[in-house]
């Protein structure tokens, strides 16, 4: 299979969960916290990826592959994968669960929709700042950035009125930075470390993250962990298990091999698939502007690539 074609699937496989993990999300915060889901769904997603990362070291060894041949990480290289993982899992997860709360979903997807930009106007500082003189964001990439961004919001159906909510605005502009930031971070470490363990690593500091965050929720209103049905444990398990420790392995994987730009740009994807999953399982329906947005939106992320 072409290099260019697994990291594609890679992505195609995270957007489709991520776009159905919204059902479980809604699901498990009836019984948990922001916060306390969060760390829940990391300390078991940690779980899982100990073995995985134990079985990835050692077929890196047999085949000598040159992720295993580097020097050990170093104290500044776990810096920087504790605050990717607490910038892209951590804070990410805290900020957006808390704007959405605040705000509509509508609105909220425009500010997702905004991190491919976000990530391309970063890239570009930093490549004019390290004297690149190519490969840098072309002007295909540009388009396809704005097309998508257009067409999340044509699908998520938001209008011009805006619900006023600062504060909401405020954390959906802090969760699209902090995914910058975790792109940014994460790309830097492919020369140090294969991309599991880097997953591993940035989820452990992830759960970490979380615990400040917890003890703030439990002093305000104490809840208990083991109350909630058996239905509700499953969701919990497929989003730390499949959401989680495999979604972040994939996209680390397609970071790796197609870059920040690219990569980001697949993020618009996700209220696409999350609505026409809701209008073939929910019989949800979908407008004629919704569908067009949806195919604004895939014509914006091939021009990206």
Request: with cysteine.
């Amino acid at each position: 299979m072409n290099i260019k074609v697994k990291p594609f699937i890679a992505l195609v496989a995270v957007v489709v969960i991520w776009g159905f993990s919204f059902l479980s999300t809604k699901r498990a915060l009836a019984s948990y916290s922001p916060s306390m889901l969060g760390l829940l769904r990391n300390a078991w997603a940690v779980v899982f990826l100990i073995p995985v990362k134990i079985w990835d070291e050692r077929r890196g060894r047999r085949r000598k592959h040159p992720a295993f041949q580097r020097k050990r990480l170093s104290a500044g290289n776990l810096l920087v994968l504790a605050l990717a993982g607490f910038s892209g899992i951590s804070l990410y997860f805290v900020f957006e669960n808390n704007g959405i709360a605040r705000i509509s979903v509508s609105e909220a997807a425009i500010f997702t929709a905004a991190i491919p930009v976000l990530v391309m106007l970063c890239e570009s500082v930093w490549l004019k700042l390290a004297g690149a003189h190519c490969g840098g964001i072309k002007r295909r990439q540009w388009a396809g950035a704005f097309i998508s961004i257009l067409g999340v919001v044509m699908v998520s159906g938001a209008g011009i009125a805006m619900s006023g909510d600062v504060l909401g605005y405020l954390f959906m502009t802090g969760a699209a930075c902090c995914w910058t930031a975790y792109c940014f971070l994460t790309r830097g470490l492919f020369n140090r470390a294969s991309y599991i363990k880097i997953v591993f690593w940035q989820t452990f500091f992830g759960f970490i993250g979380f615990i400040p965050f917890c003890i703030a929720e439990i002093c305000r209103a104490p809840v208990s962990l083991f109350t909630p049905p058996a239905v509700v444990w499953l969701h919990l398990l497929f989003l730390a298990v499949v959401c989680s420790a495999f979604c972040y392995v994939f996209y680390a994987y397609a970071l790796e091999e197609l870059g920040a730009a690219a990569s980001s740009l697949f993020i618009n994807l996700i209220p696409v698939v999350t609505i026409v999953a809701g209008f073939f399982l929910m019989d949800d329906r979908l407008s004629i502007p919704q569908w067009l947005g949806a195919g604004l939106t895939l014509i914006g992320v091939y021009m990206g690539l």
